[in-house]
């Protein structure tokens, strides 16, 4: 990652003008001059995918608005970094950094209301209002200082203090023979969530730190063994596995801490994508 001022006209040929304060580092329009980011734009596609059909099974079981739209901040987050890394546009760069944080506020109001009915009680309202006010007072600052290191560090910081507390939530879950099947349900999630999310952030960390390397690299491997070092790209993927998976972890300390852990019903299709299975959640389905 580069930070700099935003720029003038970009080199000629090229279709996007650039003015995003930050650079990556993949060579930009090494593929075709339309897209600046060709693989870190391109592997955005299965952020979205994901995410959309984390919105599709929640909508579809009834499992609370704040699921679904959790799913969908983190689609809105895919179509902003696609278009970021597609085009290096300042306002685009906005569009991808901006509901990163949005969609951290949603999962922050999700884990402080476990167990809790959606618009029950004065402790929801203030949350909700509290969250609002922190998306906007961001929003704010990040407009009169566009200094990506503000973004990042509310976003990290939060991020992992979430991380941090559903770890101490499922540490807590008593092993008995009732919750047995629960709590290991939820230790797969916790595993697979926190390995891809973690993973992700080491190559994110290494893309730049060793750019001129991994540049080096890439072009004495060529092609398609040079995708390998594409690390940023693959941090789409890991990051965009992890929050999937975290959501639904969301959802199963949520049906815990309403005494209703038998509902959680999960499946991995093809032992690689975890899905909640149709009749158990239907049993205890949510306003």
């Not at 001059?33 to 299965?46: K, P, R």
């Not at 990506?148 to 939060?158: A, D, K, R, V």
């Not at 349900?185 to 080491?202: D, H, N, Q």
């Amino acid at each position: 990652m580069h930070h700099f001022e935003p720029a003038g006209p970009s080199a000629s040929g090229y279709y996007w003008k650039q003015t995003a304060t930050m650079d990556w580092c993949e060579e930009n329009y090494a593929a075709c001059n339309y897209i600046a980011e060709f693989w870190n734009t391109l592997s955005n596609a299965f952020f979205l995918i994901l995410s959309l059909y984390g919105a599709s099974m929640t909508h579809r079981l009834g499992l609370g608005h704040r699921f679904t739209l959790a799913y969908l901040g983190i689609a809105l987050v895919g179509i902003g970094s696609w278009l970021f890394h597609m085009t290096l546009i300042y306002e685009m760069q906005l569009l991808d950094e901006l509901p990163m944080v949005y969609v951290v506020c949603v999962l922050t109001y999700a884990m402080a209301n476990l167990g809790i009915k959606e618009s029950r009680g004065l402790r929801t309202r203030v949350l909700a209002w509290a969250m609002g006010l922190e998306a906007l007072l961001f929003t704010w600052i990040y407009l009169a200082v566009p200094n990506p290191l503000i973004f990042l560090g509310l976003y990290s910081s939060q991020v992992n203090g979430l991380i941090v507390y559903s770890f101490m939530l499922y540490v807590r879950i008593k092993d008995t023979p009732e919750t047995r099947d629960f709590k290991a349900s939820m230790g797969s999630l916790v595993k697979v969530a926190f390995a891809s999310y973690t993973s992700g952030g080491i190559l994110w960390m290494a893309d730049n730190v060793l750019c001129q390397h991994l540049r080096v690299g890439r072009t004495w491997v060529g092609w398609p063994l040079s995708l390998i070092l594409q690390f940023h790209a693959w941090w789409h993927i890991l990051s965009g596995f992890g929050a999937y998976c975290f959501v639904l972890l969301i959802f199963g300390l949520h049906l815990q801490a309403q005494g209703k852990a038998k509902g959680f019903d999960l499946h991995w299709r093809g032992g690689i994508l975890p899905t909640l299975g149709l009749e158990k959640v239907k049993m205890v389905k949510m306003a």
